[in-house]
């Protein structure tokens, strides 16, 4: 266990992280680096790219849906494109993406800390990370074929295909590595590096999200670890714990996985969630409404999280009583996800808004997320679920969720992080734009998914019914919407970074330490630690805000 | 980390030294082990529910005597990385030193021991699709397949627990672990606590409920 190690504050003006020389040079620089800025950085660049990957894999899925029957690709293809989008979202994109890029930037400036408590494990988080996405990659042209199980791998057709399992299996076990090992840094920074006066009800809301994935990363990934070997060992060895013709049982398996997957929904969700805590009050000007109850409901809804899973399994021929627990315990979740959804709305309250590109993303996450959240009551209730189970009903829910929640907040979060990582504005009438051109596509896309799921439209098939067509046709209208919207989304903020004007430490009066560093912040976060005396989304005094008035 | 600007050289170093942060690390790291092992208990529990029958007449197949012998072994070997880490503390360090090499003795002792179990098992056409296990009825290739993964992967685990400390006795020649600094021989230490307690676990599920 490396111990994290604090250097000699330089004593001249500060240069930024991106130009400080240190003992490596070029690619060396960013490739061997336990700086977390420069980490998170690379996660940035690596996921961004996973998500562009998925999303083209999305359109072309779209596309084939266009018509009933062969459009122009092969049902086996169809099947390997679902699994692979499914695969590489979660897994490489929805899982990493908040925690691991703005995580790894910012948790430690808004701690007041230099860096994470154990620096080199962080890198090494981000290498198995690679590695692991490489394993995925090579899965595909190795083998017998890209695999065509769903990102699920249910047994036994995960037993029995003969497409490239295994290898794929191993990439996510050694994804979910790299998730418990940062889990495992942040919750040690929370307890360890928090600077003086930052106590725990001091932290901002941000730090509170991550503290509450990073437990359920740490304790529940292992298990899917486990399931996962146990999928590579079945097919190496036939040991038959999962095989239902020598006597295992299918149905443990479903349980295993989920244990792990419904609180991951969590992993992806609770740092969206502190992120829009973040941006509401810097927006609102104001301070945010019920700090204790958003705080403990992250870990509320962490704790709720875990005792779930059986909701993914009703039509799975588990018991009624456990249906009808599971089903109970599913709605309890709408509890503290309320609490959040309510605060933040009282927050706007008489708040003085300032629709920015980040604030807007906010909005259309609420929106989005209100939808998603709301269908999510009708998988939940066990007798609809039964109707609308395995249709576009559940894909549509799974994207409102999904995307609308964590992918909307990521494109928020970079907006909103933007001008601190690379010291650049971007072009804000044009980041407005693309985001209600990202809003309208994302609706067409998706909503009618849940129209047509509730009138019968299977998921995973690559044909359909004559009758399903019209609303086929709007989704995938809807998607060429989304992508163009992505698309100039991430142009603009490529040109910010070109040619965009050069951005001061604060320019939108935010109140969390990141913003009294400069942008972008220097090697060492802090000349000196800092000390607090106030919670953190006071608005009476504004560093940097001082001089603009 | 040491960092030279272009105005100027920055050499000095403070190490930051945070044997309890690290400690703490040391023990998340641990709950995810008992959690990688606790999806096999939960396995465990539901075959064995299923297949009690089965269960019980496969675990009469295992050597009691061997498994307990094993169990002796791994225990004194805890006890001996406690007194490494007291007489480190003491400032004896070659006496930390003999104690470390006595663990690491009593792992390889146990590993020659499963060696043996497993190629016994091996010989007798017990291992997955072996021609012995066909005969058997669900539960008693049930009980065998879960015995082959969940031993195997302990033993996995008494593996990487040597290298730990083999690593730490590297150290703790190179005078980079001592009586002040003695974090990392503590946290190999848990984990081989860990691998221990797990095997207690192991062997009445496996070698004693009949």
């Known amino acids: 266990m490396a111990n994290g ?18 003992r490596h040079k070029g690619i060396l620089s960013w490739l061997l680096t336990i700086d977390h800025k420069r980490i998170g950085i690379l996660y940035l660049g690596s996921v961004v790219f996973f998500f562009l990957v998925a999303m083209t894999i999305g359109v072309f899925m ?11 690709m092969k049902p086996q293809t169809y099947n390997s494109l679902f699994t692979l989008h499914g695969v590489i979202m979660i897994f490489l994109f929805i899982i990493p993406a908040v925690p691991a890029v703005f995580g790894n930037f910012f948790l430690p400036i808004q701690l007041g800390a230099q860096d994470v408590q154990f620096p080199k494990l962080n890198l090494l988080s981000w290498y198995l990370y690679i590695i692991g996405g490489a394993l995925a990659i090579i899965s595909l042209f190795s083998g017998g074929g890209i695999m065509d199980t769903g990102w699920t791998f249910y047994v036994p057709y995960s037993i029995r295909t003969t497409t490239n399992v295994s290898l794929s299996v191993f990439a996510a076990f050694v994804l979910g590595f790299a998730t418990i090992l940062t889990g495992l840094n942040f ?30 990363q740490v304790l529940a990934t292992p298990v899917i670890g486990i399931t996962l070997v146990l999928i590579i060992l079945e097919r190496a060895f036939g040991i038959g714990v999962f095989d239902p013709t020598i006597g295992g049982d299918p149905l443990l398996y479903q349980h295993m996985f989920w244990i792990y997957s419904h609180p991951a929904v969590y992993i992806m969700i609770l740092p969206a969630m502190g992120v829009v805590s973040e941006i509401i009050p810097t927006f609102s000007k104001k301070a ?12 509320g809804i962490a704790l709720v999280g875990y005792l779930v899973w059986g909701h993914h399994m009703f039509s799975s021929g588990i018991s009624d009583t456990s249906r009808v627990i599971f089903s109970l315990l599913t709605f309890f979740v709408a509890l503290p996800s309320g609490i959040k959804v309510f605060n933040w709305v009282a927050t706007l309250y008489k708040g003085s808004i300032d629709v920015t590109a980040p604030m807007l993303y906010v909005l259309l996450f609420i929106f ?22 395995d249709t ?63 009138l019968g439209m299977p998921r995973r098939y690559y044909d359909y019914l004559p009758e399903f067509q019209t609303y086929h046709i709007i989704a995938t209208v809807g998607s060429w919407i989304l992508v163009s919207g992505i698309l100039v989304m991430f142009f603009n903020l490529l040109q910010g970074l070109r040619k965009g004007r050069k951005a001061p430490d604060n320019p939108w009066g935010g109140t969390t330490l990141e913003w009294t560093v400069s942008s972008p912040p220097p090697m060492e976060n802090f000349k000196i630690i800092p000390e607090v005396t106030t919670g953190p989304y006071d608005h009476t005094h504004i560093h940097g805000q001082e001089d603009n008035k | 980390m040491s960092y030279n600007t272009d105005t100027q050289e920055i050499q000095e170093t403070i190490i930051h030294r945070d044997d309890f942060g690290s400690k703490m690390g040391m023990w998340l790291f641990l709950f995810t082990e008992i959690l990688l092992f606790g999806g096999l208990f939960i396995l465990y529990a539901g075959y064995r ?12 197949e295992l050597d009691v005597l061997l498994g307990t012998i094993n169990t002796i072994i791994l225990l004194t070997s805890s006890l001996t990385v406690v007194l490494a880490i007291v007489a480190l ?9 003999f104690f470390l090499w006595i663990t690491q003795a009593c792992g390889l002792i146990f590993m020659i021991n499963k060696y043996f179990e497993w190629g016994a098992k091996f010989h007798h056409g017990i291992y997955p699709k072996g021609p012995a296990l066909q005969n058997m009825s669900e539960g008693e290739a049930m009980y065998f397949g879960l015995y082959f993964v969940m031993t195997g992967l302990h033993g996995l685990h008494i593996l990487v627990g040597m290298g730990f400390i083999g690593y730490v006795m590297y150290k703790i020649k190179k005078d980079v672990i001592t009586a002040t600094n003695f974090q990392k021989l503590e946290n190999s230490g848990l984990y081989w606590h860990l691998v221990d307690i797990i095997w207690i676990f192991l062997f009445p599920l496996f070698y004693l409920i009949h």
């Open chain 1, 5 to 22: 190690t604090i250097a000699v504050p330089p004593q001249t003006a500060e240069i930024d992280f991106y130009n400080v020389r240190g």
């Open chain 1, 62 to 72: 779209r596309l084939e849906m266009l018509s009933p029957g062969e459009t122009f």
């Open chain 1, 187 to 216: 919750i040690t920074t929370i307890h360890r590096l928090r600077c003086p006066g930052m106590t725990w009800f001091r932290m901002p809301l941000f730090a509170w999200a991550l503290y509450a994935t990073s437990w359920i």
């Open chain 1, 288 to 299: 945010i409404f019920g700090y204790v109850p958003i705080a403990i409901s992250s870990l």
């Open chain 1, 368 to 389: 989005i997320f209100s939808i998603g959240g709301l269908t999510g009551l009708a998988l939940g209730a066990l007798n609809t679920d039964l109707h609308l189970t």
């Open chain 1, 392 to 454: 576009y009903f559940v894909v549509g829910h799974f994207h409102y969720v999904m995307f609308g929640g964590m992918g909307i907040i990521f494109f928020a979060s970079l907006h909103y992080w933007f001008p601190k990582m690379f010291g650049k504005m971007y072009n804000e009438k044009v980041a407005k734009v693309a985001a209600i051109w990202i809003g309208i596509g994302f609706n067409t896309l998706y909503f009618p998914m849940f129209i047509m799921g509730y």
């Open chain 2, 49 to 60: 529910y299923i297949y009690s029958d089965g269960f019980a007449a496969a675990a009469t």
């Open chain 2, 89 to 97: 503390q003491k400032n004896n360090k070659d006496l930390s030193l």
